[in-house]
């Protein structure tokens, strides 16, 4: 079973393209379940067709989903919420605090993540495409399951079976977006400075999580005006070239194997439509191959004169903001306002963090050992 979730900023068509997705898929004879976590409920606009919180037939082999991660939130969050009210008030947490603890920010993307690991673990469908909600909504959701996890780990761990029982899920929801063989993400951006800077920021930031984007598309591309004459030709091919340079751009920044979808006249709507848009993403192929990206483990050890270059194979911008600090056994990394904690490895644990540069690669962390 694979697993593709299509994010990126607001606008960008991604519930278009991941709709698209799902219908070749299925068109190609695998078994297709498309999911939108996306409050916009938008998915079911591009099949033309209602849908609701289980999977409903599109065409042969297509299903779809429109995950109502608010009414998630008032059944079954409530449930795990009393129980975690029970154990919190079990260990000496008065029952005013407990009601406050329990409720956590977020919740209703942890549910909408929970229910397309459920809907994927049934192993009906061959492959799952996920149409998430905005770029910053959805990498809040990434976040969620390491963030919360660690945190009941480290304030309720072994107090109560249900604080396990969340423990569990949440480690079960890393898990799955981590997977490097089932699961991968596709960005998909307008052809513009401002989303292309915050595509680059998203692939950072998912590269911090141990996500795998295997795809940028840019979509909307304005398509050339050939031969045209007058004004609005000429609007066209200027609009064009000022899109060609922002993408050469964001190829030099290092965003490279973008897949260029242009700009329709008429609203995709429908499997024909959605069939054109395909065939010129895809062009036939196999719409899971993805593009080749670096395998390399994100961690690798090299000795120095001094002591050791630790290097975290990030993609970084030229303008990215990076800033560490050591925490225990561990790494915080913070690279433009997201976060992540770093394992270090054993052999490191003693050493002290003397300095960091940047290259094509990523970040080099150099530590020095005190006793040596």
């Given at each position: 079973?694979?697993?593709?979730?299509?994010?990126?900023?607001?606008?960008?068509?991604?519930?278009?393209?991941?709709?698209?997705?799902?219908?070749?898929?299925?068109?190609?004879?695998?078994?297709?379940?498309?999911?939108?976590?996306?409050?916009?409920?938008?998915?079911?606009?591009?099949?033309?067709?209602?849908?609701?919180?289980?999977?409903t037939e599109v065409d042969r082999?297509?299903?779809?989903?429109?995950?109502?991660?608010?009414?998630?939130?008032?059944?079954?969050?409530?449930?795990?919420?009393?129980?975690?009210?029970?154990?919190?008030?079990?260990?000496?947490?008065?029952?005013?605090?407990?009601?406050?603890?329990?409720?956590?920010?977020?919740?209703?993307?942890?549910?909408?993540?929970?229910?397309?690991?459920?809907?994927?673990?049934?192993?009906?469908?061959?492959?799952?495409?996920?149409?998430?909600?905005?770029?910053?909504?959805?990498?809040r959701l990434f976040a969620l399951?390491?963030?919360?996890?660690?945190?009941?780990?480290?304030?309720?761990?072994?107090?109560?079976?249900?604080?396990?029982?969340?423990?569990?899920?949440?480690?079960s929801l890393r898990a799955m977006?981590?997977?490097?063989?089932?699961?991968?993400?596709?960005?998909?951006?307008?052809?513009?400075?401002?989303?292309?800077?915050?595509?680059?920021?998203?692939?950072?930031?998912?590269?911090?999580?141990?996500?795998?984007?295997?795809?940028?598309?840019?979509?909307?591309?304005?398509?050339?005006?050939?031969?045209?004459?007058?004004?609005?030709?000429?609007?066209?091919?200027?609009?064009?070239?000022?899109?060609?340079?922002?993408?050469?751009?964001?190829?030099?920044?290092?965003?490279?194997?973008?897949?260029?979808?242009?700009?329709?006249?008429?609203?995709?709507?429908?499997?024909?439509?959605?069939?054109?848009?395909?065939?010129?993403?895809?062009?036939?192929?196999?719409?899971?191959?993805?593009?080749?990206?670096?395998?390399?483990?994100?961690?690798?050890?090299?000795?120095?004169?001094?002591?050791?270059?630790?290097?975290?194979?990030?993609?970084?911008?030229?303008?990215?903001?990076?800033?560490?600090?050591?925490?225990?056994?561990?790494?915080?990394?913070?690279?433009?306002?997201?976060?992540?904690?770093?394992?270090?490895?054993?052999?490191?644990?003693?050493?002290?963090?003397?300095?960091?540069?940047?290259?094509?690669?990523?970040?080099?962390?150099?530590?020095?050992?005190?006793?040596?």
């Amino acid at each position: 079973m694979r697993l593709v979730l299509f994010t990126g900023k607001g606008g960008v068509g991604k519930t278009t393209l991941a709709a698209a997705t799902g219908a070749t898929l299925a068109g190609q004879g695998r078994r297709t379940l498309v999911v939108s976590t996306d409050p916009a409920h938008s998915l079911a606009d591009s099949y033309g067709v209602p849908l609701g919180p289980e999977p409903t037939e599109v065409d042969r082999r297509l299903d779809a989903v429109q995950i109502d991660s608010r009414s998630l939130a008032d059944t079954a969050w409530q449930r795990l919420r009393g129980q975690l009210g029970d154990a919190l008030a079990g260990i000496g947490v008065d029952a005013l605090d407990a009601a406050e603890l329990t409720v956590l920010p977020g919740v209703d993307e942890l549910l909408a993540l929970g229910e397309v690991r459920r809907l994927a673990a049934t192993k009906h469908w061959h492959a799952v495409v996920v149409d998430c909600g905005p770029t910053a909504e959805t990498l809040r959701l990434f976040a969620l399951p390491e963030a919360i996890a660690g945190y009941l780990r480290r304030m309720y761990g072994g107090a109560a079976a249900s604080v396990m029982e969340l423990g569990d899920h949440l480690e079960s929801l890393r898990a799955m977006l981590t997977d490097r063989e089932v699961t991968t993400v596709r960005l998909v951006l307008t052809p513009e400075r401002m989303v292309v800077a915050e595509t680059r920021r998203t692939l950072t930031a998912l590269a911090l999580r141990g996500i795998r984007v295997d795809g940028i598309v840019a979509n909307r591309l304005i398509p050339a005006a050939g031969l045209w004459r007058g004004g609005a030709a000429s609007w066209l091919r200027e609009r064009r070239a000022q899109q060609e340079a922002v993408l050469a751009e964001a190829g030099a920044a290092g965003l490279s194997g973008v897949r260029l979808v242009e700009h329709r006249a008429a609203e995709p709507v429908g499997l024909d439509a959605l069939a054109e848009i395909a065939k010129e993403l895809y062009g036939g192929g196999d719409p899971l191959a993805g593009e080749a990206d670096d395998v390399a483990p994100m961690l690798r050890i090299t000795e120095s004169d001094d002591g050791y270059r630790l290097r975290i194979a990030l993609p970084l911008g030229p303008d990215a903001d990076v800033d560490l600090a050591r925490i225990d056994d561990d790494l915080a990394i913070t690279i433009d306002g997201f976060r992540r904690l770093v394992a270090l490895p054993r052999l490191l644990r003693p050493c002290e963090v003397t300095g960091a540069e940047t290259d094509a690669e990523g970040l080099v962390v150099l530590l020095t050992d005190p006793g040596v």
